[in-house]
Each structure stands twice: as structure tokens, then as C-alpha cells.
């Protein structure tokens, strides 16, 4: 009897380490924002948890001291294992090769030119990577008259830092066609252009150097801006829907020399407008997990 005890104990505990060791989740969650908001979604990226369904890295890194690559999953509170990644780079700079899509339709953003990888930066408590205003970029490789609604409506969330500087944060330009954001311009506004440039009103005065939530939406009639679930603004969109073919960008949209100096923690596409109650509860949550 004494040692089915001591049996049943060692397999017990076997099967729990091994549980512990596939999942890593000291905290774990049982409900994430977007598990019920997953309908015409384009992308989801974060470094956090967003659906519950995803189980699968949320980043993959470049160790700078001997090129090594590594992805990382959760660790504690849903936010990617920072004391994994601290170990894994023991004092060595990191950069970012794919921030992976969390919506279950693997459209990743990835960079496999070294020189042009976006610094990752470890922070507990909000995560991020930054362009150097020079060349580093991630690309979706998918065409953004895919992600959004054949170049039209279309609804992107994003926790970034904004920083004044003309560029281009996310998305995508080309022939003569914009379906991306200015965050900020050189002026300190900051600028959505869905489709075309330029419909007015089109920006307002954005803080620098601050963490915020941005929501740009098209609809099929109207523009709008939201910052930390205050409307901006709300205005009818008369230019022309995205007719090039260009895929999307972060930190840079091929614009031109315009590549952003901003930071990432979230950012995730809508294919469409969606609803209200959707948009401000994304909002929310964002607000409140990432303490802004």
C-alpha cells in the first residue's frame, strides 16, 4: 500500500511538472478581450494575452551577442516571460524577428534583415519594441486591401508611444494611396489617412512622448481618432478607398525615407468598422491592463 502511495506521488508529479512546464502560467486567465471579438479581425498582436484560444509564442527574438533566436510565450499576469527573456539574453541587447498574430490567422509581423530588427526592450511591466528612425521595420505580409475592406473600412487599436518626428507608424502607402498613421508628424498632430491624403479634418494635437491608446476607424461614411477612449474627432471621408497594392508596415509603410522612432506594446486590425460597445471595452481593457 506504501508503494502505490509513493507511485501514485511520482506520477502525480511528473504529469504536474510537465503541465507546469507547457503552460508557464503561475496567473493564468480564463478570459481574454478579444475571445468574444474575434469576427473580422485582421491581425492581433500583443504582448500580452489577448485570446484565450492561442497558445503558441507571442514573440520571437534575436540575441545581439551571438545572433541566437528564441521565441517567448506567457509568463506572469499574461504579459511575455520577461525573466525567461532576461535569463535567455544575460546583459545582451535583443531584437525583435516576429511579434506573432494572436487571432488564429498566422499573420505574423516579421523582419529577417538584422540590421533592419526593432530593438526589444524588457520592461515588466509594459514590454515594447522601438524603431531607430532609420531603417527597422516589421512587415505583414499580407496586402491591406485584405485587412481591411478592399481598401476601406477598416478599425486598428494600438498601445504605442508616441513620438514627434515626420513618419509613418503603421500601415500602408503606395501609388499615390495611404491607408496609415502619423504618430505624430513633426508638428505634433497626429494623422489618420484611410485611403487617400487628405481628407480633413483628419488629425488632432496628440501629447509626445507618452504611452497612450490610439483607435482609428474608417467607416463606410466617416473618419474617426480616439485617444484613451476620448473621440478626437468624427467626420465624413469623401477621398478615394486604398486602390494600390501595398502590404502593411510597422514603423515604416513605404513612405518614402519616413521610417518611426515610436514604441509597440499592442496592435491589433479590425476588417471592418465594429461596433461601439466593442471599440470602447478594447479600449478599456488596454487602459487598464497596461496602467495608462
Not at 57 to 83: M, T, W, Y
Not at 203 to 211: A, H, R
Request: net charge negative; proline share 3%.
Amino acid at each position: 500500500m506504501k508503494y502505490l502511495s509513493f507511485l501514485f506521488i511520482i506520477i502525480s508529479s511528473s504529469i504536474y511538472s510537465q503541465i507546469g512546464q507547457y503552460n508557464n502560467y503561475p496567473t493564468m486567465h480564463y478570459y481574454h478581450i478579444l475571445d468574444d471579438k474575434l469576427d473580422s479581425i485582421s491581425f492581433a498582436f500583443s504582448m500580452r494575452q489577448v485570446n484565450t484560444s492561442y497558445i503558441g509564442p507571442f514573440v520571437k527574438l534575436r540575441r545581439a551577442s551571438d545572433n541566437a533566436e528564441l521565441d517567448f510565450c506567457k509568463g506572469q499576469d499574461d504579459i511575455v516571460d520577461i525573466d525567461s527573456i532576461n535569463s535567455w539574453r544575460n546583459g545582451s541587447d535583443v531584437f525583435i524577428t516576429t511579434w506573432y498574430d494572436q487571432s488564429g490567422l498566422g499573420r505574423n509581423a516579421v523582419q529577417t534583415n538584422t540590421t533592419f530588427q526593432p530593438r526589444f526592450i524588457p520592461d515588466p511591466g509594459r514590454p515594447y519594441f522601438f524603431g531607430d528612425g532609420t531603417d527597422d521595420r516589421l512587415d505583414v505580409l499580407t496586402d491591406i486591401k485584405t485587412l481591411t475592406n478592399n481598401g476601406a473600412n477598416g478599425t486598428v487599436f494600438s498601445v504605442y508611444y508616441s513620438t514627434n518626428r515626420n513618419q509613418t507608424s503603421w500601415g500602408s502607402s503606395g501609388g499615390g494611396y495611404r491607408w496609415f498613421v502619423h504618430l505624430n508628424w513633426g508638428n505634433g498632430q497626429a494623422y489618420f489617412d484611410p485611403g487617400q491624403c487628405c481628407n480633413n479634418p483628419r488629425s488632432f494635437v496628440n501629447p509626445g512622448n507618452t504611452w497612450s491608446t490610439l483607435t482609428c476607424i474608417r467607416t463606410t461614411t466617416n473618419v474617426i481618432m480616439r485617444r484613451n477612449n476620448i473621440q478626437q474627432f468624427n467626420s465624413a471621408y469623401t477621398l478615394s478607398d486604398f486602390l494600390g497594392s501595398s502590404n502593411f508596415g510597422i514603423l515604416h509603410t513605404g513612405a518614402g525615407s519616413s521610417f518611426a522612432t515610436n514604441r509597440f506594446t499592442e496592435l491589433i486590425m479590425y476588417k471592418y468598422d465594429i461596433a461601439n460597445s466593442k471599440v470602447s471595452a478594447i479600449e478599456l481593457d488596454e487602459i487598464s491592463f497596461w496602467n495608462l
